[in-house]
């Protein structure tokens, strides 16, 4: 296949991905808009308000960051499981594996569909914190850049995860079992300043911390965690799960018997 | 003429131990019609599987028109289009979608892809339903929908696994008529049915599966020639009884009611004989069909050899 049709192919997992999660919009961009605003209510403003400060900012406007990049982890992460393991139990996934596509295409489409599904959460999230709260972005650059960051690592999660999964209950457990506890233990509501000392040491090794804090970071300008080693590990975990799931669709795992 | 496809020595043990292909080798020639026949679980999908890379390969070498589908699989998968056994789009896509994302798969250019969808629906009926979901299809219509979809980027080979299970008998001879068509347009169409007839009417080339080997390789032709006997079913315009056969030439003929009989026809004999034989005892025949299809029989004969 030329460039041109790469990207073509590209462009149409793309297309598919996206039009998948907008034809379900009840069900994939309403429930986070719905369960971040609740937080945003019972914890920024009702017991918020009790809290006072944490960082330097007021309650609300400190789990801002955390809540938009909940939303995102677990929408990115969300529509590539869904999405593939879908196709994988329809079989429609064969479409797409007797297709000449090389198998870095295929991966990037079902990235950019759950980047995209990420994002457009993380937006939905933003306008609705700014119902409750105002603030502006500190840093543009690195906030984007944390949040895009974020979504690929998440979508290459789900992508491994989907790999493997066998059943539908396989695409529940690592949400439900790891990724929830790893985002709420990540700073998402609490500065791990009020943490003792095992706490923060538990912290240091919740790769979820750094990128709460990074983020933080990028619309705040605070953070508990170093900023350059946060984006340097972003990239690391990016291109570690890259090259995992391009070797795991070469030797076909899950895919071809 | 080149090949379309050419297997040497392919093996298949999946991961259970069971062993789908033991030592296959094939050719299937350029603008063929080719026919891939023989019992469930004989290895035909899995052979399919391993052509269209789904499955992989224990050892041994497959390419289509040049390509191995082990070293080269993307040149190779260009030139092919699979009509899997099971239905497997999304059934939530439109009818059009479906094509045109296949179509993207290729890389095929947006308005390229746009009239190609247009010609292969129309063609095969369901330019109509374009703006439904897939899952509205009925079973038919789902089987045409993938023979579009595989057909989209104009693959120079067709594969199709067991294309008309549960259609229609008028559907299915209007799908025959369209893959007689594009075969004759130069593609080389492979088949697995397990409609013998249909293997029969459209297959110039053919090759049995037992067990994971090929049993028989030859044309459909010289395959028909081994039958033994063929038994035809005359229908007789007026009524008839076993005293008629007595003494003539057609003595071994059996009747079956009052209004008709069936005889054995033996390599060699011929049709006309029999006629002639009718006519000199006064038996005029309405309607004469072949008792079973002549694929099923040598495929019973073989069963019960084995």
Not at chain 1, 152 to 158: H, M
Not at chain 2, 32 to 57: C, E, M, Y
Not at chain 2, 173 to 193: A, C, H, P, Y
Not at chain 2, 268 to 287: A, Y
């Amino acid at each position: 296949m030329s460039s041109r049709q790469k990207y073509v192919a590209f462009e149409t997992i793309l297309a598919k991905e996206v039009r998948r999660f907008t034809r379900i919009w009840v069900q994939t961009l309403v429930p986070p808009a719905i369960t971040i605003g609740l937080y945003f209510l019972i914890f920024g403003n009702l017991i918020g308000a009790r809290i006072g400060d944490m960082g330097g900012h007021s309650y609300i406007e400190f789990i801002v960051p955390g809540l938009i990049m909940m939303a995102v982890i677990q929408n990115s992460y969300a529509n590539v499981v869904s999405s593939f393991f879908s196709q994988k139990f329809q079989r429609s996934i064969e479409e797409l594996l007797v297709s000449p596509i090389p198998n870095y295409v295929i991966l990037c489409g079902f990235v950019a569909g759950g980047v995209v599904r990420g994002l457009a959460v993380g937006a939905i999230v933003l306008l609705v914190s700014f119902t409750f709260t105002d603030f502006y972005i500190h840093d543009l650059t690195i906030t984007v850049l944390i949040i895009f960051l974020t979504a690929v690592i998440f979508s290459l999660a789900g992508f491994i995860n989907a790999l493997f999964a066998n059943s539908f209950d396989d695409i529940s457990i690592v949400p439900t079992f790891v990724l929830t506890p790893l985002i709420y233990l990540g700073g998402v509501f609490y500065s791990v300043d009020l943490l003792p000392d095992a706490g923060r040491l538990v912290s240091s090794l919740n790769p979820i911390f750094y990128m709460v804090n990074a983020f933080r970071f990028g619309i705040l300008g605070t953070s508990d965690a170093n900023i350059y080693w946060s984006i340097v590990m972003l990239f690391t975990f990016s291109a570690l799960l890259s090259t995992s799931c391009i070797m795991l669709l070469r030797r076909g795992t899950g895919l071809r018997h | 003429m080149a090949s379309a496809i050419s297997i040497q020595e392919l093996h298949k043990t999946y991961a259970n131990g069971h062993q789908a292909l033991r030592g296959v080798d094939l050719e299937v020639q350029e603008q063929d019609f080719f026919a891939l026949l023989g019992p469930n679980g004989a290895g035909k999908s899995t052979l399919i599987g391993i052509i269209s890379t789904l499955v992989r390969q224990t050892s041994g070498n497959v390419s289509v028109f040049g390509k191995s589908v082990a070293t080269h699989p993307y040149e190779a998968k260009l030139d092919f289009g699979i009509v899997p056994q099971e239905v497997n789009f999304s059934p939530f896509e439109k009818v059009a979608d479906v094509v045109m994302t296949q179509a993207g798969y290729y890389g095929l250019h947006r308005s390229v892809a746009r009239e190609r969808t247009e010609r292969y629906l129309r063609q095969l009926g369901l330019w109509d339903k374009r703006d439904n979901r897939s899952r509205m299809l009925s079973g038919g219509m789902k089987r045409r929908l993938m023979i579009a979809r595989a057909l989209v980027h104009e693959p120079r080979l067709l594969i199709l696994d067991e294309p008309t299970a549960g259609v229609d008998i008028d559907l299915r001879r209007s799908m025959w008529d369209f893959l007689q068509e594009i075969n004759k347009g130069g593609t080389t169409i492979v088949l697995t049915t397990h409609y013998l007839e249909e293997a029969e009417s459209l297959c110039r080339n053919i090759a049995i599966f037992d067990d994971g080997r090929i049993t028989e390789c030859t044309s459909m032709k010289s395959l028909l020639n081994k039958l033994e006997l063929q038994t035809f079913i005359f229908d007789t315009q007026y009524e008839i009884d076993m005293h008629v056969f007595r003494g003539s030439d057609i003595g071994h003929a059996r009747i079956l009611d009052t209004h008709s009989f069936e005889i054995d026809l033996k390599p060699g004999e011929d049709l006309s004989q029999i006629f002639t034989h009718l006519s000199r005892i006064n038996i005029l025949v309405k309607n004469v069909r072949s008792k079973t299809n002549r694929l099923e029989q040598f495929f019973l004969s073989r069963a019960k050899i084995s």
